[in-house]
């Protein structure tokens, strides 16, 4: 409940889900990525992504071609819209997750980090 309620709240203060936000990122960080590619990185199954992919299409912050040496794969990349976008998104993030610690001290951050890295060694 709480991790929805978590999710909510962000997507409301950064106005993008936190996967699309994520889809983002890692196609500033790689210019140009394959849907298999994303789809690995984000560890979703194809329809998710695609479904994503087209939202941020629509949206115009990403474009899509088909790669030349094989017109199977689909190559994606940030338009200058979403490169914009990306750049305003991660400021509102930072605001946000400053404003979601604001009262926590360095010791409750560092037992939430802690907290946070021991679910997650054991989800993996």
Request: hydrophobic content about 40%; glycine content about 4%.
């Amino acid at each position: 409940m709480l991790l929805k309620e978590m999710d909510q709240a962000f997507t409301a203060a950064v106005s993008i889900g936190c996967t699309k936000l994520e889809i983002l990122h890692h196609l500033h960080q790689n210019t140009e990525l394959s849907q298999l590619e994303l789809q690995r990185l984000l560890g979703l199954d194809g329809a998710a992504v695609t479904r994503h992919l087209k939202q941020l299409k629509q949206q115009q912050l990403i474009s899509s071609r088909k790669q030349d040496q094989d017109k199977r794969f689909t190559l994606v990349s940030l338009t200058d819209i979403g490169k914009e976008e990306l750049w305003k998104r991660t400021l509102k993030r930072r605001q946000f997750m400053e404003e979601m610690t604001s009262e926590l001290s360095d010791s409750d951050i560092a037992a939430l980090h802690t907290f946070i890295d021991r679910i997650s060694d054991k989800i993996q």
